[in-house]
């Protein structure tokens, strides 16, 4: 019986992590998912967030991902993300001044629909990217709380 689930996070560019963990937590439509080792089988849409890899006695791996999918089977979770960077990846300035220019857009002229809704999925891209890096630096709380927003906090 394994205490262990084995962990992949992929994009069309690149293999993110590769490796095992105790517990995933993910950003599901629907709020926060807590994965633990024999989870019942599971494919579900994920939303941009933060996704933690939790390994006991380990620091916790966070990355900022762009929506995707998570399959769980068999003690293995694989997640097939838009976009994934990790924790130490992410240019906290260039991060900020993408979340600046869309805040701007957004207050600085009429957008429509279409432009509203690009203007809104960059700051909800570069809100998480801040949020994963900061939390990386110790400048914001402890694990994710369930339920909690990655733009409120």
Not at 23 to 41: D, K, N, S, Y
Not at 69 to 75: P, Q
Not at 113 to 137: F, G, N, T, W
């Amino acid at each position: 019986m394994s205490r262990k689930i084995d962990c992949e996070v992929v994009t069309a560019e690149r293999v993110v992590y590769r490796g095992e963990a105790d517990m995933i937590v993910a950003p599901g439509l629907e709020g926060e998912l807590g994965i633990l080792p024999r989870h019942a089988p599971l494919l579900t849409a994920l939303k941009e967030g933060e996704l933690v890899i939790r390994r006991k006695g380990e620091e916790d791996i966070l990355m900022a991902i762009g929506g995707g999918f998570m399959e769980v089977l068999e003690n293995r979770v694989v997640v097939l993300a838009d976009s994934a960077e990790r924790a130490e990846e992410i240019d906290e300035n260039r991060a900020q001044a993408a979340r600046e220019r869309a805040l701007k857009q957004l207050a600085g002229r009429k957008a429509t629909q279409a432009d509203y809704a690009a203007i809104e999925a960059a700051l909800r891209r570069s809100s998480v990217r801040l949020k994963v890096a900061q939390r990386r630096q110790g400048r914001r709380g402890g694990p994710p709380r369930p339920g909690a927003s990655s733009l409120n906090e």
